[in-house]
């Protein structure tokens, strides 16, 4: 599994950034591609996440309301829409895939196994200043 970031850049406090992950290389249409960052100094951590079989959706606390995630099958392009974007999201943000959005700690349910996940973007920095 390949995946591609792209779109992150420099934005002012209350601006919108989409950024894009193109995928490759999956065996099935049954798997789960999340959207990670880390800001300097900080642990890496979830921000949203689809199952792709199903849409079901996961989000960070702190994506709730202000973000979004959109699957295009067609360009096998998964988007992180974001918008009123804070100094506190400035972070690289990655893609990555797996089976399941389950697997990450945050979203694990009972009988789970979390782990990290197998595949990973070279992520995309996104900066939030004025």
């Known amino acids: 599994v390949q995946l591609v970031e792209s779109g992150g850049g420099l934005v002012q406090p209350g601006e919108s950034l989409t950024l894009s992950c193109a995928a490759s290389?999956?065996?099935?249409?049954?798997?789960?591609i999340g959207w990670f960052r880390q800001a300097p100094g900080k642990e890496r951590e979830g921000v949203l996440c689809?199952?792709?079989?199903?849409?079901?959706?996961y989000y960070a606390d702190s994506a709730k309301g202000r973000f979004s995630i959109s699957l295009d099958r067609a360009e096998n392009t998964v988007y992180l829409q974001m918008s009123y974007l804070k100094p506190k999201d400035t972070a690289v943000y990655y893609c990555?895939?797996?089976?399941?959005?389950?697997?990450?700690?945050?979203?694990?349910?009972?009988?789970?196994?979390?782990?990290?996940?197998?595949?990973w973007g070279q992520g995309t920095q996104v900066t939030v200043s004025s």
């Open positions: 689809i199952n792709t079989h199903d849409g079901s959706l």
């Open positions: 290389g999956f065996t099935s249409d049954d798997h789960a």
């Open positions: 990555a895939a797996d089976s399941r959005c389950s697997l990450v700690p945050m979203w694990a349910r009972p009988g789970d196994a979390p782990r990290d996940f197998g595949s």
